[in-house]
């Protein structure tokens, strides 16, 4: 689920507290319900580190959440993101990461390496506090692991779907375009091609 940012929220980042800043708001903007469960979030970051997208992708239990690699980089390919962050709440406060949180960072480093998308931290988030990966230099350790790297055939797997999404991409903006050269309501136009209305209105300029 797209999160919706004000202008005044896409911002450039230049270290972790400036993300911390805008994920803190998005999660005290959850209810009070919501906010008692573990959310993920990826930011995508364009070449100047603007943030282009922030995307929910799962919503867990109050101690886990599941996310997915295709579920990760798949708007940051559709945004083209040369750059993600990874962001996650824990409700318990505690925000030191635990293994798990560091072995799935270290798998999605990994895959992003691949097929040419960045990850350069993730934030394990409170309400008034974070922990950087990056800035307690959990980041380059994983980047050093020598685990979970992609063997040939997972790299083979992985370009082919990287295409197949860019290619889909592109299809979906030609359809875009051809419907507005036809005067479509934006509204129609996001109902069939599932693109957003940013990505719409950014076609008309």
Known sequence: MNVRLSKAQKIKILNSSDIYKVMQ???????SIRRNQEHFWVVGLDNGNKIL????IGLGA???VNANPPDIFRMGIYKLAVKLILVHNHPSGKIEPSKADKDFTDKILKVGKLINIEVIDHLVISEDNYTSFADKGIIKELQNSGLFEI???E???LEDWRLKTEKERSVKIDIAKKMLSKNYDIDAIKEITGLTKWDIKKLKS
Do not use: P
Request: aromatic share 4%.
């Open 151 to 153: 063997v040939s055939s």
């Open 62 to 64: 109050v101690n886990r």
């Open 53 to 56: 997208f922030i995307e929910l």
């Open 25 to 31: 708001q998005v999660l005290l903007r959850e209810n």
């Open 155 to 157: 790299k083979k797997a």
